[in-house]
Nanobody, 120 residues
C-alpha cells in the first residue's frame, strides 16, 4: 500500500519556473519507478515524465528540455522541476508509482494531483 501526495502547484506566469513535489508513504520508495502525468481541462491524461530506480529519466516531447525529474530516496520524494512554463502546461499534475518497470507505462499507485496554472 502506497500513498502519494503532490504539492507545489500554483499560479505562475509564462516563462516562470515551479517545482512540484510528491511525497510517498511507502517504505520501499526506492524500489519504485516514479512518473508524472498531467490532465488539462477537457483533455485526456497524458504522460509527462518518469524516473527509474536507477535515476534514468524519460520525458514527453512537449516538456523535454524544460522539465527535470529527480528523486530523493532518503526523503521518499520525487520532484518535477518545471522551467520556461507555457500556458499549455496548465493542468492538474499527478504523481504515480510503479512497482515494476513496464513498457506500457502502467502505474500501480496515484496521487490526487496538484493544480498548475500558467498565465500569459
Amino acid at each position: 500500500q502506497v500513498q502519494l501526495v503532490e504539492s507545489g502547484g500554483g499560479l505562475v506566469q509564462a516563462g516562470d519556473s515551479l517545482r512540484l513535489s510528491c511525497a510517498s508513504s511507502g517504505r520501499a520508495f526506492s524500489s519504485y519507478a516514479m512518473a508524472w502525468f498531467r490532465q488539462a481541462p477537457g483533455k485526456e491524461r497524458e504522460f509527462v515524465g518518469a524516473i527509474r530506480r536507477s535515476g534514468t529519466t524519460y520525458y514527453a516531447d512537449s516538456v523535454k528540455g524544460r522539465f527535470i525529474i529527480s528523486r530523493d530516496n532518503a526523503k521518499n520524494t520525487v520532484f518535477l522541476q518545471m522551467n520556461s512554463l507555457k500556458p499549455e502546461d496548465t493542468a492538474v499534475y499527478y504523481c504515480a508509482a510503479a512497482s515494476a518497470w513496464r513498457s506500457s507505462g502502467g502505474m500501480d499507485y496515484w496521487g490526487k494531483g496538484t493544480l498548475v496554472t500558467v498565465s500569459s
